[in-house]
DNA sequence: TGAAATGTTGGGGCG
DNA sequence: ACGCCCCAACATTTC
């Protein structure tokens, strides 16, 4: 049998500037490209799910491009390492290419894979692809890591160079082999009525002048795509210019959110600031129920929500005004927006999603600060004075179907001073 | 990547 | 001309 090097697809779901993927075509073995479909994973989520759409989608357009070359993706659902028991039966693999992947979950996958792949004399190397720099190339000078974004960002900006993106080569050296790609169907799934859009690079030139404005739509739609790998982050670098730095600092608020997960992965549950586990959160149902629907009576909130049902998008202001609302008006505990988010955002990523909840409700790093409580009707006034973007996604406003606000904000602000001030400690 | 409360200033109306 | 009041506009502090 044929020894073969296998390259394994996650999150950087492209054949363009793919940096493990690069290394194994130049591994001189043929590469057999390999997709796994998370059994444990895709049990929680719908069978029309928008996301596991984007994955098939982006794996049949590799699979079609590599069939072209006589090669194939080998796609299969299963659990992780029962796939790869099975896999060193069918196959003399040598070695495995992989990116690496930060999380805390992929991190304990990866770890028992590599382990098991080492035992019958496989090497796994994996690569970093996802990110500019990963968690301990950012230090602080006596090599702990940053909890403060500012330091971070120079820091982070210091050290960058820009690297050439690389071409795909090798091209032949891809698996010679035909196999069949398996329909959405038999991975049980179907199709779904929400789809991820192209991104749009043009869109980056006037972020910093633009992005407060949830009605002119002009973002770049950029974030599944790096969630997913679909576009690799050095080519989105290197599109920068000197005017883009307003966007680059959140392509940073990125990776500083992903090294803070890595290092402190107990803010998957906790409060990463431990001196706020005493407030008292209320965590009314009907209370949240009514801000996941979109039916606070605050048209702003309720544009945002609505705008998140019906897209698997929300703009990015929109997203500090809803969150600030559930925490602060609502008083409700930021893990359970942050499971709801987690559930409807296409662009989906744990550690912005827990890092910058963490940073609303003021429990996180450079959070913040706990009296800072946004004014639905003023951040309305501000950013949306025509009205433009709350009529898009609540059509019924100003007519008596609308509800009445769900509680009066300066009550609601005195209250949620009253009681972060009292659940405060140290 | 807030907002409200409080303080200060300065112009205009008026006696 | 002067002092007084009112209040808008802006600045500072507080939450």
Not at 175 to 187: A, D, G, M, R
Request: aromatic residues 14%; charged residues 25%; contains cysteine.
């Amino acid at each position: 049998m044929e020894n073969i090097s296998v390259f394994w697809f996650r999150r950087d779901l492209r054949l363009e500037d793919n940096t493990a993927l690069n290394k194994a075509l130049l591994s001189r073995k043929k590469v057999l490209c390999l997709f796994i479909f998370d059994e444990q994973i895709l049990k929680e989520l719908p069978s029309d799910d928008a996301r596991v759409n984007f994955i098939y989608n982006n794996l049949c357009r590799i699979d079609q491009s590599l069939k072209l070359n006589n090669s194939s993706i080998l796609c299969v659902k299963g659990n992780p390492i029962k796939v790869w028991k099975e896999l060193v039966q069918s196959y003399s693999i040598e070695s495995v290419f992989v990116n690496k992947d930060y999380e805390p979950y992929g991190r304990t996958r990866d770890a028992k894979i590599k382990k098991f792949l080492l035992s019958k004399s496989i090497d796994f190397l994996s690569f970093k692809d996802q990110v500019i720099h990963e968690e301990n190339e950012v230090l602080k000078k006596d090599g702990t890591p940053y909890t403060v974004f500012t330091p971070y960002k120079n820091k982070w900006l210091d050290i960058y160079k820009s690297k050439p993106v690389a071409n795909l080569q090798g091209y032949q050296n891809f698996f010679q082999k035909i196999i069949p790609f398996p329909s959405l169907y038999e991975l049980g799934f179907k199709k779904s009525s929400i789809n991820i859009q192209d991104y749009n690079i043009s869109q980056i030139s006037k972020y910093s002048e633009n992005r407060d404005f949830p009605n002119l739509d002009s973002t770049s739609y950029l974030s599944p795509h790096l969630r997913f790998g679909t576009v690799s982050i050095r080519l989105i670098m290197s599109k920068l210019t000197s005017n883009d730095d307003v966007f680059m600092n959140e392509l940073v608020w990125r990776e500083f959110f992903m090294q803070i997960l890595f290092h402190f992965p107990h803010v998957v549950t906790q409060n990463f600031k431990s001196k706020y586990n005493g407030i008292k959160w209320l965590n009314k149902e009907e209370d949240f129920e009514k801000w996941c629907l979109g039916k606070t009576g605050y048209p702003l909130v309720d544009a945002g929500m609505r705008q998140l049902n019906e897209t698997g998008y929300m703009h990015n202001r929109l997203r500090m005004v809803t969150a600030s609302f559930l925490c602060k008006h609502l008083l409700t505990d930021w893990r359970f927006g942050e499971a709801y988010f987690a559930k409807k955002l296409l662009d989906y990523e744990l550690s912005s999603n827990n890092g910058n909840w963490q940073w609303v409700s003021g429990t996180g790093c450079d959070s913040a600060p706990y009296f800072r409580i946004f004014n639905p009707i003023e951040q309305l006034k501000k950013f949306d004075k025509d009205e433009v973007y709350v009529k898009t996604w609540v059509p019924e406003l100003g007519t008596d179907i609308y509800p009445d606000p769900i509680i009066e904000h300066k009550y609601a602000r005195n209250r949620a001073l009253e009681v972060y001030k009292k659940g405060l400690s140290g």
